[in-house]
């Protein structure tokens, strides 16, 4: 079965940066559609980023766009977030989640139901 397993995250003053990692395997890498989601304490999981399964096309939630970036390397089989800029309210853990199937659609990417694989999370800290 497909397996998510993230990397990457800490703690980080304001205004710094932080690259998390999201390693895949168990499936065929090429099939899926990749997000990026958070949580903070208290708060719903909600979308940060997701990218087409042949890396054409990505989207970004308002609150990250152009801070965030998210990439896929089909070689190494893995989905990457780059956070510059880094804001206090970023501060959640971060998961990465994965959908079979050619569906791109905003309406269903950006909805944590429609992913069946997510990994356990890592933490991220932004310190003020």
């Known amino acids: 079965q497909v397996q998510l397993v993230e990397s990457g995250g800490g703690l980080v003053q304001a205004g710094g940066s932080l690259r998390l990692s999201c390693a895949f395997s168990g499936g065929f890498f090429s099939n899926y559609i990749f997000g990026w989601f958070r949580q903070a304490p208290g708060k719903e999981r909600e979308f940060v980023a997701a990218?087409?399964?042949?890396?054409?096309?990505?989207n970004y939630a308002d609150s990250v766009k152009d801070r965030f970036t998210i990439s896929r390397d089909s070689t190494k089989k893995t989905v990457n977030l780059q956070m510059n800029s880094l804001k206090p309210e970023d501060t959640a853990i971060y998961f990465c989640?994965?959908?079979?199937?050619?569906?791109?659609?905003?309406?269903?990417?950006?909805?944590?139901?429609?992913?069946?694989?997510w990994g356990q999370g890592t933490q991220v800290t932004v310190s003020s």
């Open positions: 989640a994965g959908m079979g199937g050619f569906t791109w659609v905003r309406t269903v990417y950006t909805l944590p139901r429609s992913y069946d694989s």
């Open positions: 990218i087409r399964w042949d890396g054409r096309n990505t």
